[in-house]
């Protein structure tokens, strides 16, 4: 999860990472006012935790997607190698539980992309759902 906060000089957006599940986390680490440096205008200014937001980080996304990916295609070679060497049983015309069991497997790759982007969307919620009080 990548946090950001608004520059208070041009307006655009200040990105860092912090290994933090919350805004009080964060306070606790950082302090109440956290110092951000904007390589847009080159200004250094404070920024109170309420201020700063999370976001999904691309790079954990991009990894996830790509097990999807690499993945998809190994159980596919392996199905496919499985298939060749036992045709006969998948075309008999009642032996449709081992066909499922190998779509299933299908399925694997993707359940991972999907828990890991139910992981980051859930890290990213819980930050920005809680406000500290001033």
Known sequence: MKLESKCKNCGKYIEFTE??????ELSLEK???????????????????NDIN???NRVISIIG??????????????????????????ESKK??????????AFAIP????????????RKVRRFNSYKIKD
């Open 65 to 90: 997607f790509l097990i999807f990916v690499i993945g998809t295609i190994l159980i596919y070679h392996f199905i496919g190698e499985f298939y060749l060497e036992h045709k006969e049983q998948f």
């Open 95 to 104: 032996n449709y539980s081992s066909f499922g069991k190998l779509l299933g």
């Open 19 to 24: 290994n933090v599940s919350d805004r009080a």
């Open 54 to 56: 999370a976001k999904k």
């Open 31 to 49: 302090g109440e006012n956290i110092e951000l440096f904007c390589k847009e205008c080159s200004t250094k200014s404070c920024h109170h935790p």
């Open 110 to 121: 993707f359940i991972i992309f999907q828990l890991i982007e139910n992981i980051q969307m």
